[in-house]
C-alpha cells in the first residue's frame, strides 16, 4: 500500500501539501485516490489547519504548536537523519503525553494504517509555559 492508498484506506478525500523549495511538486493526476491540492508557500496555512481532520507534518516546534492549539490530531514524521535531534527530542515529549503521534518518513504509510486518533488528549493553551521550558532544557538554554 502506497501513502495515498493509506490515507483513503483511513476515510480522508482531501490531500493538502505544503512542499516548499523541494523539487518534487506533485501532479494532481499522481493522486488518483485523492483531491491533491498543492502549494510552494503562503502567508499563513491556519485556515489549511483549520479545515484539516488530521495535520501530517515535520516535527518543528512552530509547526507542533500550530496544529495542537487548532485541536488538530496530529501526525508527525521526524527527520532521524538530523544531528543533535530536537525535533525527535520534542515529538516524544509530546507523544509521551498523548498529545500526537510520531513516525519516520519509512513508517508513514504503516503508521498511518495502525494509528489510533481516539488516543490524543487536548493540548492546551495553558501548557505553552511547560513546552517553553521544554524547549529551553532541549536547546540547552536553560
Known amino acids: 500500500m502506497n501513502l495515498p492508498q493509506a490515507l483513503k484506506a483511513c476515510g480522508y478525500e482531501r490531500l493538502v501539501l505544503q512542499v516548499g523549495k523541494g523539487s518534487v511538486l506533485p501532479a494532481p ?11 510552494r508557500f503562503k502567508n499563513s496555512i491556519s485556515e489549511d489547519i483549520g479545515r484539516a481532520d488530521l495535520v501530517i507534518s515535520h516535527a518543528g516546534a512552530g509547526s507542533c504548536l500550530e496544529a495542537l492549539g487548532a485541536a488538530k490530531p496530529l501526525l508527525v514524521v521526524v527527520n532521524d537523519k538530523l544531528m543533535d535531534n ?3 527530542e520534542l515529538a516524544r515529549q509530546l507523544h ?7 513516525c519516520t518518513c519509512s513508517t508513514l504509510t504503516d503508521t498511518l494504517t495502525t494509528m489510533d486518533l481516539s488516543v490524543l488528549v487536548p493540548f492546551s ?10 524547549l529551553d532544557k532541549a536547546l540547552g538554554v536553560q
Open 29 to 39: 493526476e499522481s493522486c488518483p485516490d485523492l483531491t491533491l491540492e498543492v502549494f
Open 86 to 88: 530536537h525535533q525527535l
Open 96 to 102: 509521551k503525553e498523548s498529545h500526537l503521534l510520531y
Open 125 to 134: 493553551p495553558a501548557q505553552t509555559t511547560h513546552f517553553a521550558h521544554f
